[in-house]
T-cell receptor, first 114, second 115 residues
Framework: AQSVTQPDIHITVSEGASLELRCNYSYGATPYLFWYVQSPGQGLQLLLKYFSGDTLVQGIKGFEAEFKRSQSSFNLRKPSVHWSDAAEYFCAVVGTSGTYKYIFGTGTRLKVLA | NAGVTQTPKFQVLKTGQSMTLQCAQDMNHNSMYWYRQDPGMGLRLIYYSASEGTTDKGEVPNGYNVSRLNKREFSLRLESAAPSQTSVYFC??????????????FGQGTRLTVV
């Protein structure tokens, strides 16, 4: 069964600093991987996704993520954080062979200091 | 551009009452999902429907039932609400096929309180 682990519950960074949010997954093959962002009181918005090919994927709002098969990881990065990036971030995995369950991690809440 | 629409947005129930959360999508997606979101727990899958006419249990199905009424609509029913079901509920849809799955599109959520 697939699973997702986000080891950091809370992260605080200063505005302008770089950011890396960690995501590790468990699945028998290479799954499809996603990062979503949720602002307070809102639904979830897709940041980026990995299906296959280039292991470094670019998303919206200046985010990128790198798929590392050897580490079963899909970490999210941003070179310079803006105050508006304060939100909760979720990593998700869905299988690639006829399974349709999206499984989400527990989320990482990002706080940005001015 | 409605996307995924959930109703109601807020609901307060007494213990033992029943209710149905409605979800509709206008993107012609074949897969639909119900999640609950609790602090520190992330989104947990309650039920999903890979295609019209099929439903399957997710991670936390106990106390819930679902109906995939047609391709557009996927409802979640609480037959006898309990305080432990106080949560924010999200419906989502995606296009899925033999090749895999697209990203999921989410509704705005239903905040349910059971007293």
């Amino acid at each position: 069964a697939q699973s997702v682990t986000q080891p950091d519950i809370h992260i605080t960074v200063s505005e302008g600093a770089s950011l890396e949010l960690r995501c590790n997954y468990s699945y028998g093959a290479t799954p499809y991987l996603f990062w979503y962002v949720q602002s307070p009181g809102q639904g979830l918005q897709l940041l980026l996704k990995y299906f296959s090919g280039d292991t470094l994927v670019q998303g919206i709002k200046g985010f990128e993520a790198e798929f590392k098969r050897s580490q079963s990881s899909f970490n999210l990065r941003k070179p310079s954080v803006h105050w508006s990036d304060a939100a909760e971030y979720f990593c998700a995995v869905v299988g690639t062979s006829g399974t349709y369950k999206y499984i989400f991690g527990t989320g990482t809440r990002l706080k940005v200091l001015a | 551009n409605a996307g995924v629409t959930q109703t109601p947005k807020f609901q307060v129930l007494k213990t033992g009452q029943s209710m149905t959360l409605q979800c509709a999508q206008d993107m012609n997606h074949n897969s639909m999902y119900w999640y609950r979101q609790d602090p520190g727990m992330g989104l947990r899958l309650i039920y999903y429907s890979a295609s019209e006419g099929t439903t399957d249990k997710g991670e936390v199905p106990n106390g819930y039932n679902v109906s995939r009424l047609n391709k557009r609509e996927f409802s979640l029913r609480l037959e006898s609400a309990a305080p432990s079901q106080t949560s924010v509920y999200f419906c989502a849809s995606s296009e899925a096929g033999w090749w895999g799955n697209t990203e999921a599109f989410f509704g705005q959520g239903t905040r349910l309180t059971v007293v």
